[in-house]
């Protein structure tokens, strides 16, 4: 039976958007440390990726690899998957509530003034969406800790999490992984995420590229938009043939420590 490996891809999105570059900025985990995975939390990471076996020692299975990315300092990816909207909507009846309270509240022009920009300032600014975003459409800048930004100049917003669009390099080139995006009802991924089948019957060590899209938040004639900037980092795979110590006995490959079955 293959063996699901999860790679968990952090990226620093600030950082990369500003520097334009992955490198530095991206921290790859995976769940086989104990297997001789090794660099984990770095850009460095090598994926131990270890050949599945019968008793007898014949292969038998392909291993699944699956990538989750996630950014850095943003809102985590485990809060419902309607916050956003569920945080814009909150914020627009704040606003309609202190509307109201003020229209019915007989003030100066100084305080109606002073009022209005309140509340022109705590209502924030829904993002413009084009065609290359519209999956972020209807959102509004929000900062990690779920409240609206209104100044998006000073960088405090929170980004929308990095999309893998394509693995790519030797790995695939040589027919060792074979990568496709499938649909999930995990609402942690949005319904999407990168997985792969592995052949381990070649041992080596195997370089991948991801390319991962990010959003940076620009102004365009005057209304703010999440541009996409498409960046490249690469990982790799270290495919061992031998098979490993058995989790439950301590010892190597054999059968597992099971009393023979009673019949009466």
Known sequence: MAQQLAIIVLVDVGSALESRTL???????????????????????????NGAYWSDGSQAGEQVLNWLPYSLGSIPPTVPRGYHTTRARQADQEA????????????????????????????????????RTRALSGQKVLDVTGQVVS???????SYPAPVITDIFGEAVDEKIIYPAEYGSPDLVTDGW????????????????????????????????????????????????????????????????????????
């Open 151 to 157: 100044d998006h100049g000073q960088g405090a917003h």
């Open 23 to 49: 490198t530095g900025n991206t921290y790859l985990f995976d769940n086989m440390k104990l297997q001789g995975s090794v660099n984990q939390g770095t850009g460095e990471l090598v994926t131990a990726v």
């Open 96 to 131: 309609l509530a202190e509307l109201a309270a003020l229209a019915n509240r007989p003030s100066a022009n100084g305080d109606t003034d002073a009022a209005l920009a309140r509340i022109q300032k705590s209502v924030g600014t829904r993002v413009r969406t084009t065609a």
């Open 193 to 264: 995420y990168w997985s792969a089948t592995v052949d381990t019957s070649r041992p080596g060590t195997y370089v991948y590229k991801m390319r991962i899209q990010l959003h940076e938040l620009i102004q365009r004639a005057g209304d703010w938009t999440w541009e996409p900037v498409n960046l490249t980092c690469e990982s790799k795979l270290r495919i061992t043939s031998q098979p490993r110590r058995n989790g439950f006995t301590g010892a190597g490959v054999g059968y597992l420590p099971i009393a023979p079955a009673t019949f009466a």
